[in-house]
């Protein structure tokens, strides 16, 4: 009998230090380094740690780039999985630059991964429904009026982001060199550029 007890008691000691370490697994992103168990706790328990909805996602090599909508500011957020268990958001940043002409709000943020090289994330939202693609380069000469064609050969980035559900997002890991000056553009079905940043 009082062995059953201590057996009985013994299970219920491992089985809730197990509960109280998925439980922070899954809620403790922040208290553990950025790392999660789930995607979604690893999305909704970091910067901005708000509720949301996820709106865009897209895989690119073995990392995924994501759009949280959380009612007030859409975040971009780039998430990796280096344990292959555990996954990480490495990079944060809202999309809230809007262009001139308010066609589309933009962002890009980029962090040093290597000895000059960076990971980067591009972010669109799309106010204008017209807006199909969302092109990202880096050309001197960055004006509305320039042609695609001239922009594609004066970039050494060029990047072809298509629209879903409204939001576009690319990840790029750029040399230092290539970092730095982007300009978004927005193209219509007919390849016209809409909105310019």
């Known amino acids: 009998m009082q062995s059953k007890k201590k057996l009985k008691k013994r299970y219920l000691i491992i089985f809730s230090a197990l509960l109280l370490?998925?439980?922070?697994?899954?809620?403790?992103?922040?208290?553990?380094?950025?790392?999660?168990?789930?995607?979604?706790?690893a999305i909704r328990y970091t910067v901005?740690?708000?509720d949301g909805e996820?709106?865009?996602?897209?895989?690119?090599?073995?990392?995924?780039?994501?759009?949280?909508?959380?009612?007030k500011v859409n975040y971009v957020k780039l998430i990796e999985n280096p344990s292959g268990i555990l996954k990480r958001v490495t990079n944060v940043?809202?999309?809230?630059?809007?262009?001139?002409?308010?066609?589309?709000k933009v962002t890009w943020s980029g962090a040093e991964i290597e000895n000059e090289f960076y990971d980067l994330i591009f972010a669109a939202e799309v106010?204008?429904?017209e807006i199909e693609?969302?092109?990202?380069?880096?050309?001197?000469?960055?004006?509305?009026?320039?042609?695609?064609?001239?922009v594609?050969?004066?970039s050494t980035v060029?990047?072809?982001?298509?629209?879903?559900?409204?939001?576009?997002?690319?990840?790029?890991?750029l040399p230092h060199g290539d970092v730095g000056s982007f300009s978004f553009r927005g193209i219509n079905s007919d390849g016209k550029i809409v909105s310019f940043d």
């Open 21 to 41: 370490l998925l439980i922070g697994l899954y809620f403790g992103p922040a208290v553990l380094g950025g790392y999660a168990i789930t995607e979604h706790s």
């Open 48 to 50: 901005p740690s708000q």
């Open 54 to 71: 996820l709106v865009f996602e897209k895989e690119i090599e073995d990392k995924k780039i994501v759009i949280w909508d959380t009612g």
């Open 93 to 104: 940043n809202s999309i809230s630059g809007q262009t001139l002409d308010e066609k589309m």
């Open 127 to 129: 106010l204008d429904k």
């Open 133 to 150: 693609k969302v092109i990202v380069s880096n050309e001197q000469d960055d004006k509305k009026s320039t042609p695609l064609s001239i």
């Open 152 to 154: 594609k050969e004066q």
């Open 158 to 173: 060029f990047i072809e982001m298509d629209v879903k559900n409204g939001f576009a997002a690319h990840y790029s890991k």
